[in-house]
């Protein structure tokens, strides 16, 4: 299927850079600080005028940059947050056809065809429409899903994946080390 049999590609409303203050109530992610730390915020009467009058994303939806580092993708946490209009987009998919998480591991292929005739490159709302990829059975996307998950726990997570075992190594290390390294005086 295309992306845009599974859902239209939708963005926020623009947000001026008049209406973005450096400290305020909801944080506002332009393309420099998606998927990092917010520089700029705006009003909550303005997040919540826009979220009910424009589209936004649901929880779960994964949230594409479509200019700077293309493809960089976010999943949407419910949280309080407002996003650069045209720089980041999403899927507004029906989870009934194709899971938001499976769609979060297959945008890692990257498979996005980008346009660089401009300034800078840039990843249009039509190339992500157009943009081919495999729909297995829900089951099967399931299944995926929870393979990659634990393989991505087993690498991240910091108390039961390798960044643990890699700790572990490390303390096991430096307790033979010093064990090796600690001689008993003799006495003559």
Known sequence: MTLGEIGKVLMCKRIM???????????????????????????????DEYRKTYSFPKRGDILISAAGTIGRTVIYDGEPA???DSNIVWIDNDESKVLNKYLYYYYA?????????????????D??????????????QERIVAIL???????NDISSGLP?????????????RDKLLTFKEMTV
């Open 164 to 176: 643990a075992e890699i700790e572990a190594r490390r303390k096991q290390y430096e307790y033979y």
């Open 17 to 47: 850079k008049a209406e973005t203050t450096p400290v305020g109530d909801v944080p506002f992610f332009k393309i420099g600080t998606f998927g990092k730390e917010p520089d700029a915020y705006i009003s909550q009467e303005k997040y």
């Open 127 to 140: 190339n992500i429409s157009k943009t081919k990829i495999p729909v297995p059975s829900l089951a099967e």
């Open 109 to 125: 292929l990257k498979p996005w065809v980008v346009s660089n005739g401009g300034t800078i490159a840039r990843l249009y709302n």
């Open 82 to 84: 407002y996003y650069q």
């Open 149 to 155: 998950d634990r393989f991505d726990s087993l690498c």
